[in-house]
């Protein structure tokens, strides 16, 4: 298998993901349907198409070769044989009229590819009529049939549907992997931006790009010495209105708590060596540095770290940020 994109560069990262494909790949065995699970901005499509050109791809091998015939149709977007379905809708936004149709269209010969193509994107989006209907399709496909599915978390599939893919977990990518990627893409920015883009958003580089690019990044920015000087406030008050921006932002919500660890950890470097590089809420870091004991500083750092893991669940929105200014406070032993 060759990860390179269309653009030149490389499919950053993942390489768990990478080793289990070509595992499959190179033997000369493409399964029926791949599930590319991760959360949105992960390359979950960008893969998919580069997996969907690998199919159709002429070359022996080390495909897809990028300079054939079928790999420059498949990079355009232009291959009569790859079909790409789905994508970017509403919970229950993708239907089974749909699937019914794409049922049909599967017996359907290829045109010139010895397979067809189906990436289905955001299959988390389908109704459970629409998984059922799938379902027939996928156990039994016709033999000249490849599917790719992309997905947040294969949970919010039926048991049925993820039982019958060949799931590939994608997710964030190394600090320096994801700021590599930054660079080409943005490169008015500066490393510092870049770098800290990068950790906010979990090594998530279409994350990372999005919140430089729409100002979200900024705005976060602004957002967290507020947050992390009201963790100290005489009243549990200020930690509420400091955190009321994201009752109608929950997708900010992971990178707000990252910047929280950074600050948190440049306040623990800062009692104890007060020159020490404090970079992204400087005077915030140097506020908790002072007014909180090592053993305080720790226990607010571990409720960070407990509740970024947390999100992961289906915990309700609004009760998610009560905890957290209530968890906050009490470590800080307020
Ligand atoms: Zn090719």
């Known amino acids: 298998m060759n990860w390179t994109l269309p653009d030149g560069s490389v499919f950053a990262g993942n390489s768990a993901a990478k080793a289990l494909l070509s595992s499959r790949l190179d033997a000369g065995a493409f399964p029926h349907a ?74 359907v010969m290829p045109n010139e590819a010895p397979v067809r193509v189906f990436i289905l994107c955001d299959v988390q989006n389908m109704t459970e009529q629409a998984q059922n209907s799938l379902l027939k399709v996928l ?116 990178a707000v708590l990252s910047g929280l660890l950074l600050i948190l950890r440049d306040a623990l470097v800062c009692r104890f060596e007060s020159a020490g590089s404090l970079g992204t809420a400087p005077e915030a870091s140097r506020t908790l540095a002072r007014t909180l004991t090592r053993r305080q500083l720790l226990a607010v750092l571990r409720v960070l770290e407990d509740l970024q893991a947390a999100r992961f669940f289906n915990m309700n929105h609004t009760l998610f940020l009560t905890l957290l200014c209530a968890r906050l406070r009490r470590a800080a032993g307020r």
């Not at 790999?71 to 232009?78: D, E, G, I, Q």
């Not at 993820?162 to 590599?180: K, M």
């Open 34 to 107: 791949i599930l590319l699970e991760g959360p949105a901005g992960s390359g979950r499509k960008t893969l998919a198409r580069l997996l969907a050109a690998a199919a159709v791809c002429q070359a022996g091998s080390d495909r897809p070769c990028g300079v054939c015939p079928a790999c420059r149709k498949a990079f355009s977007k232009n291959h009569p044989d790859i079909t790409e379905i789905g994508g970017g809708g509403e919970a229950r936004s993708f239907h089974i009229d749909v699937v019914r149709d794409l049922r049909d269209e599967v017996y």
């Open 139 to 254: 156990e039994e496909p016709p033999a000249h049939v490849r599917f790719i599915l992309t997905c947040e978390q294969r949970s919010q599939l039926l048991e049925t549907v993820r039982s019958r893919v060949y799931a590939v977990p994608l997710g964030g990518v190394s600090a320096e992997e994801a700021v590599a990627v930054l660079r080409q893409r943005l490169p008015d920015r500066s490393e510092d931006e870049l770098t800290r883009a990068a950790t906010l958003w979990g090594g998530v580089i279409g994350q990372a790009i999005n919140g430089l690019s729409d100002g979200s990044y900024q705005e976060i920015l602004t957002l967290l010495p507020n947050i992390a000087s009201a963790i100290t406030a005489p009243t549990e008050l200020q930690l509420l209105l400091a955190t009321a921006p994201l009752e109608k932002q929950k997708d900010r919500v992971s």
